[in-house]
C-alpha cells in the first residue's frame, strides 16, 4: 500500500530534550516536506526536500533541522524543544513540487 | 495580506444543500491548484485537482479565474459524510501555499 509514516504518532515532552520525528514513503516520491499546522494558520512549510542530499528552508524553519540521506526517509529534528514548537506535524511527499503532495497521518507534539 | 485566503466559515448547512467555497490568491504566477479536504485531527487528503477549463467529479465542481485569481470548490446534495474542512492549495514554481481552510458542517 502506497504511503507515508510518521512516527511517534504523538508525544510530550519538555524543552530542551533533544527529538527526532522520523518520515518514511514507499512511493519512491522525490520531493518531500514538514509542515505544521496550527490554529487559525493553517499549514506552513517548515522545510523541504527535492531530492536526496537536498533540503531547503521552509517559511517556518528557525528550531528545525533535516535530513534526507535516503530518498525514502526525511526525519525532522527538533534540537532544543521549546513551548512554541507545540503543534501538529505532517510530513508529505510527491512526485515533484508541482504535483498533488501525500501526507503522513501527523505527529501531535506537545513540549511543556 | 495572505498569500491565499478562505473564509473560515463554519459553513452549517442541511443535507442535500448546494455549499460553495471560494478561495483567493496573490501571487499570478502560480501554475497549480488543488483542493484538499481534512477531517478532524486527520492529514489532508487530495479531495480534486483544478484545471484551467474548470473540472467536476461527481456532485464536486472545482473552477480557476486566473484573472480575479480565485478558485471555487460547489458541492452539490450534500451529505453527512462531507462535513470536514476544506483546504484550498496554490502552488507555483517556488512554493506551495494553503489556505488556513473552511469547516463544513452538514446536518440531518
Known amino acids: ?112 | 495580506r495572505k498569500e491565499v485566503e478562505q473564509d473560515p466559515g463554519p459553513f452549517n448547512v442541511p443535507e442535500g444543500a448546494t455549499v460553495a467555497f471560494n478561495c483567493t490568491y496573490s501571487n499570478s504566477a502560480s501554475q497549480s491548484f488543488f483542493w484538499y479536504r481534512q477531517d478532524c485531527r486527520k492529514e489532508p487528503k487530495l479531495l480534486m485537482s483544478v484545471y484551467s477549463s474548470g473540472n467536476e467529479d461527481g456532485r464536486f465542481t472545482a473552477q480557476l479565474n486566473r484573472a480575479s485569481q480565485y478558485i471555487s470548490l460547489l458541492i452539490r446534495d450534500s451529505k453527512l459524510s462531507d462535513s470536514a474542512t476544506y483546504l484550498c492549495v496554490v502552488n507555483n514554481n517556488n512554493d506551495m501555499r494553503f489556505g488556513a481552510g473552511t469547516r463544513l458542517t452538514v446536518k440531518p
Open chain 1, 1 to 112: 500500500e502506497a504511503q507515508v509514516t510518521q512516527n511517534p504518532r504523538y508525544l510530550i515532552t519538555v524543552t530542551g530534550k533533544k527529538l527526532t520525528v522520523t518520515c518514511s514513503q514507499n512511493m519512491n516520491h522525490e520531493y518531500m516536506s514538514w509542515y505544521r499546522q496550527d490554529p487559525g494558520l493553517g499549514l506552513r512549510q517548515i522545510y523541504y526536500s527535492m531530492n536526496v542530499e537536498v533540503t531547503d528552508k521552509g517559511d517556518v524553519p528557525e528550531g528545525y533541522k533535516v535530513s534526507r540521506k535516503e530518498k525514502r526517509n526525511f526525519p525532522l529534528i527538533l534540537e532544543s524543544p521549546s513551548p512554541n514548537q507545540t503543534s501538529l506535524y505532517f510530513c508529505a511527499s510527491s512526485l515533484s513540487r508541482m504535483n498533488e503532495q501525500f501526507f503522513g497521518p501527523g505527529t501531535r507534539l506537545t513540549v511543556l
